[in-house]
């Protein structure tokens, strides 16, 4: 089999990709290890940037999400009693986002790739990565018994956080950074109408919780957990009341509380992979790096990525440009190390450190939580600060390539 881009992962990265670069009369082909079953199951954060919007219109797969989606101009970030609206929409002379699920992103994506009859492997074992700073690189893998092999001109490693196109760069070659949270987020799905009609970032003495929904009758609600608890440690009555105590006095009357649909726990953790390149192989999304979710910005810098390597793939078969394929990595860093960084911030800001562990080992956790606990006050307290905060929320703009 023979296809210009082989994309290894069929996650929203792979997708979306593929789904671009066919608008473009560039052929992919998508090996993914799971069923498409197994990949629609996979229930994350489902706040999009417009610039990620954007780029699902540009791809032709936006219809549903425009008319589904539900557009945000703000969120609250609340201390205890106090809770502090940033009006992102007016702090950014008129960027909002949009709420609208993964899954359902992911769905309507497959669902294009299908109706254009685009290739996708699914169930594409033992995938191996050759050649790939050669001109001619190729992907092996066995489907149903049979071994094939894919030749292409360059290769998507779009295979999320545990797939095989991180360590197919050489060890000596790569540098990754990593830091892992001493909590995670319990989360539970619900039928049942939020809390509050935008997202709430709630801090109180207790430990972090947030406010958050896929539809006006369906809530996704979080709260922070020691690493040490179990699900089942968590019934759903335990859950209600726990997050009914961390959120600010009039959501937490608002609180409608119902079975839970789903439940789970989900460590945090900080990791970024650098170069995201190597020769033809480029990382894109969760396989170069991931971000804790406060903030949301994980599916978001997957879009990043998948913007650049867009731009840089389209200049190459329609310019015959193929110098530009260097900046891919330069480019995608810049902005993966912003996310991250807001991130970083986001969830230091809002959680309770309470273990032995801070993000800064020289400073006690008492000190550290004081530290924290001002950085709020101070950043909601004036309006250059929500702007900060606002502007960074929204996304900041993608960068274009050098010409
Ligand atoms: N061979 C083929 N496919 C693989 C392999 C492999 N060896 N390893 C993993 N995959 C597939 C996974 O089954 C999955 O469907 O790659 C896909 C990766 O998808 P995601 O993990 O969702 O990653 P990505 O597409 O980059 O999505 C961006 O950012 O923060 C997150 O929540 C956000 O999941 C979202 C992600
Ligand atoms: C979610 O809806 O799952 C969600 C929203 C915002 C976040 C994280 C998760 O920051």
Redesign the pocket.
Known sequence: MKTQVAI?????????LGQLLSKQGISNII????TGE??LG?I??GILEQGFADLVREAGVSERMDAEGIVHEGFELAFNEQSTYIDVKNLTGGDTVLCYG?VEI?ADLMEARDAAELETYYE????ELHDVNTESPSAT?TQNGETYRLECDYIAG????????RPTIPAELRTEHEKVYPFGWLGVLSETPPASKELIYSKSDRGFALVSMRSETRSRYYIQVPLTDNVEDWSDDAFWDELRKRLPPKAADNLVTGPSIEKSIAPLRSFVCEPMQYGRLFL????AH??P?TGA???N??AS?VATLYKIMTRVYKEGDASCVSQYSDIALRRVWNGERFSWWMTNMMHKFDASETSDSELGNVTFSRFMASELSYYTGSESGKKVIAEQYVGLPYEDLKP
Do not use: N, W
């Not at 894109?284 to 396989?287: E, K, L, R």
């Open positions: 290894i992962g069929g996650g929203p990265s792979g997708l979306l090996l993914e290890r799971m197994y990949v996979r994350r954060a993964q992911t594409a074992k033992d995938v893998f779009c295979d999320g956080f545990h797939g095989v196109s894109v999304g969760d396989a991931i971000v979710p910005k994980g599916l810098l997957a990525d």
